[in-house]
């Protein structure tokens, strides 16, 4: 058989497939069921099977990888995209009762579909002997399903496989949980649910959690059970799934345990965390520096965070039984630069780095991996390369004289773009808009400022460099147009310069932006 043949032919078997499994799901809501029709289906779906390898065009607008378009309405046709332009963009669009299969995992697909074939009716089905006699059936596939998807190759079909696995876990899982008393069988299953569990979330897979919970109540592994029942209760307080379990006695007294272990424990952590910043305070590198001098206690209070911060992930780690990786620990090592490399740097470049960049780098040290900011730390002068250089050598354009009241959310003073039609229509200013906001000819708000870092709402900021507000951080939001009320100005309520805000920006990962102690666009 060629492969033109073999496409033509699994065309018409998937369409005869869907078709029938879209009547046996319809006979089902009307209580009903034709077993014929669903051992057609699979008869199909094997037959879909038996013809691969199948190599399918790389002809779709839409989609650059090996796909197949069906029409499930007509098999023989061969159905095409159409493309639309509009808006200054392009869509693809395709005729209606269109289906997508891909070469890449046509294989995991069909065997998934003859899984979900067979579940759809033991869930679903009226009749208990429908039900029992297509369970084995589901659990086999369900395990050989499992099978075809290699630990180590989860990723590599993102959450759709995922999800997928979770289901497989969970129908074994839950299965064993009705029908078996064997301890053995029962540990199997749970060993199985275990590989599903790991990828669940309460907002999408709270069943496969009910499913752990019951293997491992009817498994007397209680305290493991209760774990996922406290958590529950907090997720989703009102399934009524984790109520019998609330008030039982035994887990009344499992709570009560519970709680003053996690406060002995939090206790002993907070303390630990207190010990190691009492004997990192006032341990610089260069106490004797005027600029150290100068910002001593805002050097420690930032040294303070970094140690809670660092402290707490760990621990959490370790709490949750996960392995603390020479890899992990990398993600909190700062490169400290002497202030002879410093120097080194300001004088081949003849250039003045901002002083408090300057004492961060000395004191606190550039780099890691995320382990204080999950997105960007601070970079070195490694980072800094001619056009930073000279664009930091810049003034500063903007003055105190060219920054007005906007409305934005941080409620600071800020520019706009003096062109800007729609910030012009907003009617806050009165004046010209060029004589508030224009700079000099030639000028570029960024001149004279250095790329800290993006925030953690994924916006620039940038450190002044000179100026009237030299050492102040500041952010780009001027993408957000006048609606939003998007503008370029200090990245905090206050006006924070740089050494304060990155204490801010580590107060705010360690309480909580509701509890920091100003409002900004933090690290």
Known sequence: MTNSEKILAFKRLYVAAYTLCANTEKLISENKLNEQDVDKAITCMDEMIALLPISFPVNGMAFTS???????????????????????????????????????????????????????????????????????????????????????????????????????????????????????????????VARGFKLSNWRKHKYI?????????????????????????????????????????????????????????????????????????????????????QHAAILNLIKQRMIAIRMRRIHNKIQKKEEVTDSYMERFELRKWSLQELEVFEETNDLQLPTEYKIYLMEIGSGGGGGYFNVDEISGIDYLRTEAIDNLKKPFPITATKIHDVGNSLGVKAWVYPDSEKWKSTGLFQEDMETLFGLPDKADITDGCMLLAYSRGQNELYL????????????????????????????????????????????????????????GDWM
């Not at 799934?241 to 009560?256: L, M, P, S, T």
Request: aromatic share 10%; glycine share 4%; charged share 30%.
């Open 209 to 293: 959690k009910e499913t752990m919970t019951d293997l491992l109540l009817k498994l007397n592994r209680y305290e493991e059970a209760y774990v996922i029942v406290a958590e529950g209760l907090v997720e989703d307080a009102d399934n009524p799934y984790f109520q019998h379990v609330k008030n039982d006695e035994r887990y009344i007294r499992w709570v009560a345990a519970e709680t003053q272990r996690k406060e002995e424990i939090h206790n002993a952590f907070l303390k630990a965390v207190s010990d190691e910043q009492a004997k990192e305070t006032d341990q610089f590198i260069y106490p004797g520096h005027p600029l150290v001098q």
């Open 464 to 519: 002044i460099g000179n100026g009237e507000f030299e050492n102040e951080v500041w952010v780009d939001a001027l993408q957000y147009g006048a609606e939003a009320r998007g503008s370029f100005g200090a990245a905090s309520s206050k006006r924070l310069k740089f050494l304060e805000f990155m204490a801010e920006s580590l107060l705010s990962r360690w309480v909580g932006n509701e509890n920091a102690s100003d409002t």
């Open 66 to 192: 090996a796909a197949l378009m069906i029409n499930l309405k007509d098999p023989e046709d061969e159905p095409k995209e159409t493309m639309v332009q509009n808006d200054g963009g392009t869509r693809y669009i395709r005729p209606e009762n269109i289906v997508v299969v891909y070469e890449s995992t046509l294989s995991l697909v069909l065997e998934d579909w003859k899984f979900s074939h067979w579940n759809y009716i033991v869930v679903n089905a009226q009749e208990k002997s429908s039900r029992t006699k297509y369970k084995p059936f589901m659990l086999e596939q369900a395990e050989k399903c499992l099978a075809l998807i290699p630990l180590k190759d989860t990723d590599a079909y993102g959450s759709w496989m995922d999800d997928m696995i979770i289901v497989y876990s969970n129908q074994i899982g839950w299965c064993a949980s009705e029908d078996e008393e064997d301890p053995v069988k029962l540990e199997k299953a749970l060993d199985i």
